[in-house]
């Protein structure tokens, strides 16, 4: 109805009707008018209700539980709130990253939709629920839209737990190469290797401890497939 109301509006501009004129009237007057629910300014209140309460407010405004101004302005209070927040985020120093995997961005982002997938299809699911009686068609569409935020839920998870992963493993690869550099290159210069070939104890504890990195790096190859790909397989948690 506000769409066709705008339409015959243009209409009327075109044609130099005043909108204080007996032809004339705003929008938002026109249509509440006609559905019954006062001036425009219930109007706004009603369908910012509407648009942006969650199911919980929606309920108790139904009932009449909570007038049309207390949801309105718990809504905007709630708003309010969320920007301010959102400014004090932006106010915040960026933290400093050492190295973060490309990996990260692109389940950042699957993540990201995903939420929004799940935010449509609650906003959808609430509006069923405010109806008095479910009829078979709604009821089953009911269902399909638990199941759905269900499955996009764990999708969800699956990939914030990804992300984190990632995000673990880059920084262990810059804290391994750090170590590396700093403990394990001085040894290769050591009297003690220079002197490896004429000391059988050294060269013993040399090759333990190229034994023990092998067999790490050999445990660790097995979750490597030959094109780069990490494997999934079974692993005991310690």
């Given amino acids: ?92 120093p960026p933290k400093v990253i050492e190295k973060v995997p490309n990996d990260y961005y692109t389940y950042k982002r699957q993540v990201e939709e995903k939420q929004s997938q799940i935010d449509d299809l609650i906003k959808e699911k609430s509006l069923l629920v405010k109806k008095a009686e479910l009829n078979d068609k709604n009821a089953k569409r009911y269902e399909e839209l638990t199941s759905q935020i269900k499955t996009l839920s764990q999708q969800k998870d699956n990939m914030s737990r990804q992300m984190h992963s990632a995000t673990e493993l880059s920084g262990l690869v810059v804290e391994v190469k750090h170590y590396f550099d700093g403990k394990f290159a001085p040894i290769k210069y050591s009297k003690a290797i220079q002197e490896a070939s004429e000391d059988e104890i050294v060269k013993r504890n040399l090759k333990d401890i190229l034994d023990t990195f092998q067999n790490w790096i050999d445990e660790m190859n097995k979750y490597i497939k030959k094109d780069n790909e990490i494997e999934i397989i079974d692993v005991e948690v310690m």
Avoid: H
């Fill in 1 to 92: 109805m506000e769409r066709i109301e705008k339409v015959k509006a243009k209409e009327r501009q075109e044609m130099g009707v005043s909108l204080n004129s007996d032809e004339g009237g705003r929008t938002d007057e026109i249509v509440a008018k006609k559905i019954g629910i006062g001036g425009k300014d219930t109007y706004r209140k009603e369908k910012y209700i509407v648009d942006n309460a969650n199911e919980e407010i929606l309920n108790a405004w139904d009932k009449g539980d909570i007038s049309t101004n207390k949801a309105y302005i718990s809504l905007m209070e709630e708003k309010k709130a969320l920007e301010k927040e959102n400014q004090t985020l932006k106010n915040q």
